[in-house]
């Protein structure tokens, strides 16, 4: 009886050890899951944080563009030196409606390099206006009148 008494103890202290590595394991684990758990937290609010800031950037990119004005068709060198001043003679008489106040512009330019060829088509101008109602002004009637036939080019 003594010698299963003495197995009956070993078997107990062996036991008792792999218990306390398995809740040495177990409390690991827990940390572990602690911080994964702590760590996807963040990442979806840094995920709402960037999603909140790309919506913001469109908006703003958005907002930026409302005023621009595209125009194509105008040949290349026609505007000389100064593009504002160019549209801004140009513009009101092309489309036939007077601005009270006169167009202003925040900056006007062609889009892309200098062609070398006189035959591609003419590079478009982006024109950036001071007031947005005058931008809605120049989009309606170009809307309802179409292209504007000048020096034998259609603007």
């Known amino acids: 009886m003594d010698a299963s008494i003495t197995s009956l103890t070993l078997e107990t202290k062996s036991m008792r050890s792999d218990i306390a590595g398995f809740q040495s394991r177990v409390t690991g684990l827990e940390q572990r899951m602690g911080s994964l758990e702590t760590q996807i937290n963040t990442s979806q609010e840094r995920e709402q944080d960037f999603l909140y800031l790309r919506s913001k950037l469109t908006d703003m990119e958005d907002r930026s563009r409302r005023d621009n004005i595209r125009v194509l068709g105008i040949p290349e060198n026609k505007e000389g030196s100064d593009m ?66 000048i020096d034998q080019h259609e603007i």
Do not use: W, Y
């Open 84 to 149: 504002q001043a160019f549209l801004t003679s140009t513009l009101p008489k092309m489309i036939s409606l007077d601005f009270d106040p006169p167009l202003e512009f925040q900056r006007a330019h062609r889009i892309g390099p200098k062609r070398s060829d006189n035959f591609s088509r003419p590079r478009p101008i982006i024109a950036c206006l001071l007031r947005h109602n005058q931008t809605r002004q120049i989009l309606q009637v170009a809307l309802n009148h179409g292209p504007f036939p």
